[in-house]
């Protein structure tokens, strides 16, 4: 009898449950509409973007957009291979994780494993504060103070005055606390089990943090770089005003290049008119870059979910 007693529900449960709390339905909706908002806002953007570039691809072929040659949608002969603008952006994507990646991951590894407490609330906090400096004062910091006071003296005339090096310096600056912060968060909700049992079984805490709780973060580190590679190829003005703009297919760090985003800055302060083909272009090379984006993430998703199967 007692038993029974214990499992019988109280009373109201089940009309609490059908009904809900008050104001619960609204919320609900209102959770629905921010979600139907982010959708509709893709969904125009994906819209306006197919438009235009439909009225590009309409007198340019998809063979010539994608064929091996040069940008050069201003000067005879007129060219739209989309290349060079492609290893623009992956030049500067390259060079930007080469640098960020390791300082990103020793600074988490530090903040995680041997910062104490007091040190890791102060370290942590000015560390974020670097992604609120607005991207045009790094813009000319690289330009000004990394190539023209450092590189140059360096290296001399090997390394244009507008290079892909400064510009990828300062955005590694730049993304460093997206990825040393994300990680490290990552890092610190591993359970704490696995820190014991690998102590317990003699390993040192270096050991610990690289080999135990490096592999059990991986999802979140994954994600830290993934959104440092999607703040690196959105950006502009960085590349605009120190990279150049001279479209060239080279990964190498000391030649100008042109990014894709450079490129449609160009178009987008005037240098193309309205309805000419060179203005729409620059619809194709947005639809470009958005494909780029979405194949980094599921190049991400995929190695994610592999490597989780593996650890687990």
Same mark, same amino acid.
């Not at 949608?73 to 994507?93: H, K, Q, R």
């Not at 560390?127 to 991207?135: G, M």
């Not at 045009?136 to 244009?160: E, K, M, S």
């Not at 990680?183 to 820190?195: C, F, T």
């Given at each position: 009898?007692?038993?029974?007693?214990?499992?019988?529900?109280?009373?109201?449960?089940?009309?609490?449950?059908?009904?809900?709390?008050?104001?619960?339905?609204?919320?609900?909706?209102?959770?629905?509409?921010?979600?139907? #908002?982010?959708?509709?806002?893709?969904?125009?953007?994906?819209?306006?973007?197919?438009?235009?570039?439909?009225?590009?691809?309409?007198?340019?072929?998809?063979?010539?957009?994608?064929?091996?040659?040069?940008?050069?949608?201003?000067?005879?002969?007129?060219?739209?291979?989309?290349?060079?603008?492609?290893?623009?952006?992956?030049? #500067?994507?390259?060079?930007?994780? #080469?640098?960020?990646?390791?300082?990103?991951?020793?600074?988490?590894?530090?903040?995680?494993?041997?910062?104490?407490?007091?040190?890791?609330?102060?370290?942590?906090?000015?560390?974020?504060?670097?992604?609120?400096?607005?991207?045009?004062?790094?813009?000319?910091?690289?330009?000004?103070?990394?190539?023209?006071?450092?590189?140059?003296?360096?290296?001399?005339?090997?390394?244009?005055?507008?290079?892909?090096?400064?510009?990828?310096?300062?955005?590694?600056?730049?993304?460093?606390?997206?990825?040393?912060?994300?990680?490290?968060?990552?890092?610190?909700?591993?359970?704490?089990?696995?820190?014991?049992?690998?102590?317990?079984?003699?390993?040192?805490?270096?050991?610990?943090?690289?080999?135990?709780?490096?592999?059990?973060?991986?999802?979140?580190?994954?994600?830290?770089?993934?959104?440092?590679?999607?703040?690196?190829?959105?950006?502009?003005?960085?590349?605009?005003?120190?990279?150049?703009?001279?479209?060239?297919?080279?990964?190498?760090?000391?030649?100008?290049?042109?990014?894709?985003?450079?490129?449609?800055?160009? #178009?987008?302060?005037?240098?193309?008119?309205?309805?000419?083909?060179?203005?729409?272009?620059?619809?194709?090379?947005?639809?470009?870059?958005?494909?780029?984006?979405?194949?980094?993430?599921?190049?991400?998703?995929?190695?994610?979910?592999?490597?989780?199967?593996?650890?687990?």
């Amino acid at each position: 009898m007692q038993g029974t007693l214990e499992r019988t529900p109280p009373a109201g449960l089940y009309r609490r449950r059908r009904f809900g709390r008050p104001g619960e339905d609204l919320i609900k909706l209102a959770l629905v509409a921010c979600g139907m #908002v982010s959708l509709l806002a893709m969904v125009l953007i994906l819209g306006v973007l197919v438009e235009g570039a439909a009225e590009f691809f309409r007198e340019v072929p998809v063979t010539k957009f994608f064929h091996i040659g040069e940008w050069q949608p201003f000067f005879e002969p007129i060219d739209f291979s989309i290349w060079e603008l492609v290893a623009g952006t992956l030049n #500067v994507v390259l060079w930007s994780l #080469v640098l960020a990646v390791p300082f990103g991951l020793g600074s988490a590894i530090y903040l995680g494993a041997y910062a104490p407490p007091r040190v890791r609330a102060v370290l942590k906090p000015f560390l974020e504060a670097l992604a609120s400096v607005p991207t045009v004062v790094y813009a000319y910091f690289a330009l000004t103070f990394i190539t023209l006071d450092v590189l140059r003296p360096l290296l001399g005339d090997r390394i244009d005055v507008f290079n892909p090096l400064g510009a990828s310096i300062v955005m590694a600056v730049m993304i460093l606390p997206t990825i040393a912060s994300i990680s490290e968060d990552a890092m610190h909700n591993v359970p704490r089990e696995l820190h014991e049992g690998a102590y317990a079984l003699g390993a040192t805490r270096l050991e610990v943090a690289v080999r135990i709780v490096l592999p059990a973060a991986f999802s979140g580190v994954m994600a830290s770089i993934l959104l440092a590679i999607a703040r690196v190829v959105g950006e502009t003005m960085i590349v605009a005003v120190a990279a150049g703009s001279t479209p060239t297919l080279t990964l190498s760090p000391l030649t100008g290049i042109q990014t894709m985003t450079g490129y449609m800055l160009q #178009v987008g302060l005037g240098d193309a008119a309205r309805g000419t083909i060179q203005y729409s272009s620059l619809f194709a090379v947005g639809m470009m870059l958005m494909l780029m984006t979405l194949s980094f993430n599921i190049a991400a998703q995929i190695l994610v979910t592999r490597y989780k199967e593996q650890y687990e």
